[in-house]
């Protein structure tokens, strides 16, 4: 699906876009992980039931278990003890992330590369998941933010999917300059990948926080309600040990808030050496949940 040029319009974007006849869905299972783990009462006995269903995940959250991340010393022999190992929290992020791996495994990248994607995504979720954690008013939505880390950049899966020799384009014209915009992503794609991000995500039925959240990383102020979920997860993102060609970087001394009336104001370099064990911590399990 080629278009006969290196730059595409909106309209002609929009067009494919709506002529997809398959769209890359969440699988069921990670669906219902995500769905339980929402809720308070869930035990992970309710989990382990859920996970079983899919042999591939069983298998893959075993590895997990098993894997130098996870730190056993004895190896686990039974779902049950493997999610022990791991815990809710890591369980929601490794079936999310495996989950969105094989949903978008059809979508054969044509230029963007694919596996530094999947380390940025992985790394900025796992970073903005404990950042919330550690948050008293945003504790308990760990598991969303988690979501919208993982989803923030998935435009650009979408658009290099759609138009390819456009993607490529784009590319060069960033190597050229050494910058990057979403200017310069709608000049030459059409839109910008925040707004073929929301567009696609729309199909998905998510909870509208995820979706506002995800797509207002760039401009938090206008996720309305859940300002202080986007302006946690543009934290995230920037501190995130991986990032992609695209991605859109702000300058280490900028000051990054979460909270409007936060007393100590800290620039992005004090916030990566406050957080380095959690940004080392992100990096490890981008490493070990993309790997295969």
């Not at 999610?83 to 990248?109: D, H, K, R, Y």
């Not at 880390?149 to 759609?162: P, Q, S």
């Not at 925040?194 to 959240?213: H, K, S, T, Y």
Request: include cysteine.
């Amino acid at each position: 699906m080629s278009p006969v040029t290196t730059q595409i319009s909106r309209g002609t974007l929009l067009k494919r876009m709506q002529e997809l006849e398959t769209l890359p869905t969440l699988p069921a299972v990670a669906q219902k992980v995500f769905t339980l783990a929402s809720d308070p009462e869930v035990t992970l006995k309710d989990l382990q039931g859920v996970i079983m269903l899919d042999p591939p995940l069983t298998a893959k959250v075993m590895k997990v278990a098993n894997s130098a991340y996870a730190g056993r010393r004895f190896p686990a022999t039974g779902l049950e003890s493997a999610l022990v190992t791991i815990g809710m929290q890591e369980l929601v992020g490794i079936c999310t992330t495996i989950g969105l791996l094989n949903a978008f495994s059809p979508w054969v990248p044509e230029y963007f590369d694919r596996r530094y994607f999947w380390l940025h995504s992985a790394s900025s979720a796992y970073i903005a998941q404990h950042l919330a954690l550690s948050d008293p008013k945003l504790s308990g939505k760990s598991h969303e933010l988690f979501l919208a880390g993982i989803l923030h950049d998935i435009g650009w899966i979408v658009m290099d999917y759609l138009a390819p020799d456009s993607v490529k384009r784009a590319y060069i014209m960033r190597e050229e300059i050494r910058e990057w915009s979403s200017k310069l992503e709608r000049r030459y794609l059409g839109m910008d990948h925040v707004e073929a991000g929301f567009l696609f995500l729309r199909f998905w039925n998510l909870p509208e926080e995820v979706v506002f959240v995800a797509m207002s990383h760039h401009e938090p102020e206008t996720a309305g309600p859940w300002k202080r979920h986007a302006h946690l997860l543009q934290l995230a993102i920037q501190l995130a040990p991986y990032k992609h060609p695209f991605s859109i970087l702000v300058p280490e001394e900028q000051v990054i808030s979460v909270d409007s009336g936060q007393k100590k104001l800290l620039t992005l370099a004090q916030w990566r050496e406050r957080e380095s064990n959690l940004v080392e911590h992100a990096k490890k399990f981008a490493d070990m949940i993309t790997g295969g």
